[in-house]
């Protein structure tokens, strides 16, 4: 049963940098048949899916058109974990993140979720 | 603006049978697989559907999903009041090169 356990701060100043880990158990992050994705959600933009990183011979990363230009996730095999950086946050930046698992490159399903950290961006 | 377009609400009796729709486009629904999540109040989506009918394990046959040419549809038969909580449809956009997602719809169960 793959397990995954977020952690991270929920108070991040406008600016500045927010930063969550994923941590994963009953798998591997280098699993070369899963995707590790970063999802947020707030009231204002719905389920919005940030990105992932994946393995397949080599380390790859997609992002999402929204935040491409402010955003890196990231595995880490000794830790087997994953992280999420969103740099320059706003206010707008202010939601729920999740971290989640598909297996699959072409939208296979989010089947294991993370518990989700509130981020409030304010000074 | 969700990319896929659901309506915010949806309600029913128990009993009813209701259905959630979910309309994208050629370059999402019409060419790549439906996944359906439903969220209770401070919980995380869940897996619904998958691959556009496929239940996971544990996932009763009261619910059902379909698709056809660039619409999705989720349906719920014989509704309980545990049904009531928000649905999510999703798939990829070969277009936006990423996962996208409905903006939900709130289900009643009056």
């Known amino acids: 049963q793959v397990q995954l356990q977020q952690s991270g701060p929920g108070l991040v100043k406008p600016s500045q940098t927010l930063s969550l880990t994923c941590a994963i158990s009953g798998d591997t992050v280098s699993n070369i048949s899963a995707t590790w994705n970063w999802i947020r959600q707030s009231p204002s933009r719905g389920l919005e899916w940030l990105g992932r990183?994946?393995?397949?011979?080599?380390?790859?990363?997609d992002y999402g058109v929204s935040v491409k230009s402010r955003i890196t996730i990231n595995p880490d095999t000794s830790k087997n974990q994953f992280s999420l950086q969103v740099n320059s946050v706003t206010p707008e930046d202010t939601a729920v993140y999740y971290c989640?698992?598909?297996?699959?490159?072409?939208?296979?399903?989010?089947?294991?979720w993370g518990q989700g950290t509130l981020v409030t961006v304010s000074s | 603006q969700s990319v896929l377009t659901q309506p915010p609400s949806a309600s029913g009796t128990p009993g009813q049978r209701v259905a959630i729709s979910c309309s994208g486009s050629?370059?999402?629904?019409?060419?790549?697989?439906v996944n359906w999540y439903h969220q209770l109040p401070g919980t995380a989506p869940k897996l619904l559907i998958y691959d556009n009918h496929q239940r996971p394990s544990g996932v009763p046959d009261r619910f059902s999903g379909s698709k056809s040419g660039t619409s999705a549809s989720l349906a719920i038969s014989g509704l309980q009041s545990e049904d009531e909580a928000d649905y999510y449809c999703?798939?990829?956009?070969?277009?936006?090169?990423?996962?996208?997602f409905g903006g939900g719809t709130k289900l009643t169960v009056l």
């Open positions: 989640a698992r598909s297996e699959g490159l072409v939208n296979g399903p989010f089947e294991y």
């Open positions: 990183t994946y393995y397949r011979s080599k380390w790859y990363n």
């Open positions: 999703s798939t990829w956009d070969d277009s936006l090169h990423g996962v996208i």
């Open positions: 050629s370059s999402n629904i019409e060419i790549n697989r």
